[in-house]
């Protein structure tokens, strides 16, 4: 008969004393119940809030607070600029920016810039870090979105009257907006004539927020695509495209402005382009002209610029 292995020998099998079993069997599920206890209270130190795309974590006893993320961004060509600068700590400093980014690629600090693949829906994972340890995780998707065929904004092309965009005085002609937010994708301008000599000058509408009706601070993808003057006719009753490659929000009181690029924002009263403006009772825009500092110098009450104004549908 063949005799079958056993792990421990018999006259250990003997010896083997109940009371020493049940030591170690004790002993064993002491060990394992302090540390559960331990893993307890270490994930009990954790606490999760927001949604998935915005995840705070702190200590249970409330002694740190996290950071409070704020991430904008920007489009120009194909590169995306991502600014965490505005994010705070209330209790201490942040001390780390961490990004992920979809495409498998990282990046730190508080200002930082990407280009993504092609055919990818941009995300941006930003990760900060406390000098307490707190830790905030934010994910920022950029989706793209239709412009509407239809501005919210309609004109009578037969009521205008002409204002000089570029002057002593005027650098930026607009509006001032008064109707509901949108997410602005578009902005459609009519250009009555230009004068002198505007081959190598760039145009662009821009966004900006106001404080007392002058203009304050540029908003975020609040610039358009340019438009060169070689690109423009002296035909009237032609609207010219600027197009936002990120949707921009435009909020009451927020500005329509259309200006001449320039670095150091000096205005040619010799060679500029002139646009309608018109008396639309109904108009979402108050016509405005602005000097190079931004103050304003002449704010008509219902009388818009002719301008056709396009959101995301």
Same mark, same amino acid.
């Given at each position: ?29 002491? +060990?394992? !119940? ?6 307890? &209270?270490?994930?009990?130190?954790? =606490?999760?809030? /927001? $949604?998935?795309? *915005? ?34 700590? +209330?209790? !201490? ?6 990004? &992920?980014?979809?495409?498998?690629? =990282?990046?730190? /600090? $508080?200002?930082? *810039? ?44 037969? &009521? ?154």
């Amino acid at each position: 008969m063949t005799q079958k292995n056993n792990p421990l020998p018999k006259a250990l099998h003997r010896n083997i004393n109940p009371c020493i079993t049940a030591v170690f069997l004790g002993f064993f599920l002491i +060990s394992i !119940g302090a540390f559960l206890s331990i893993c307890h &209270n270490v994930y009990a130190q954790t =606490t999760f809030q /927001g $949604s998935l795309q *915005s995840v705070s974590i702190t200590d249970n006893s409330g002694t740190n607070t996290p950071p409070i993320a704020t991430v904008t961004y920007s489009l120009t060509n194909s590169t995306y600029t991502f600014d965490a600068s505005m994010s705070k700590d +209330s209790d !201490g400093t942040i001390n780390k920016y961490t990004w &992920n980014f979809n495409d498998g690629e =990282t990046a730190t /600090g $508080s200002i930082v *810039s990407h280009i993504f693949p092609e055919n990818t829906t941009p995300t941006a994972t930003l990760t900060l870090i406390d000098n307490d340890n707190g830790v905030t995780i934010k994910q920022i998707v950029i989706t793209s979105a239709t412009c509407s065929e239809t501005p919210i904004l309609s004109v009578n092309e037969q &009521n205008g009257s002409v204002q000089l965009l570029s002057h002593e005085y005027y650098i930026y002609a607009g509006g001032i907006y008064t109707g509901e937010e949108i997410n602005l994708c578009k902005v459609s301008v009519m250009l009555s004539a230009w004068i002198g000599d505007i081959s190598n000058k760039i145009f662009e509408v821009r966004i900006y927020k106001t404080l007392n009706n002058a203009l304050s601070q540029i908003k975020v993808n609040g610039i358009s695509s340019q438009l060169k003057g070689t690109d423009i006719t002296k035909e009237l009753n032609i609207y010219y495209d600027f197009t936002f490659n990120i949707p921009v929000t435009l909020s009451p009181t927020d500005a329509v402005v259309i200006t001449e690029v320039s670095g150091n924002q000096l205005v040619d009263s010799e060679n500029f382009i002139r646009v309608y403006r018109n008396s639309a009772m109904d108009s979402a825009l108050d016509f405005g002209t602005w000097n190079s500092e931004g103050a304003k110098t002449s704010l008509l009450t219902s009388v818009s610029p002719t301008f056709k104004l396009f959101s995301t549908e």
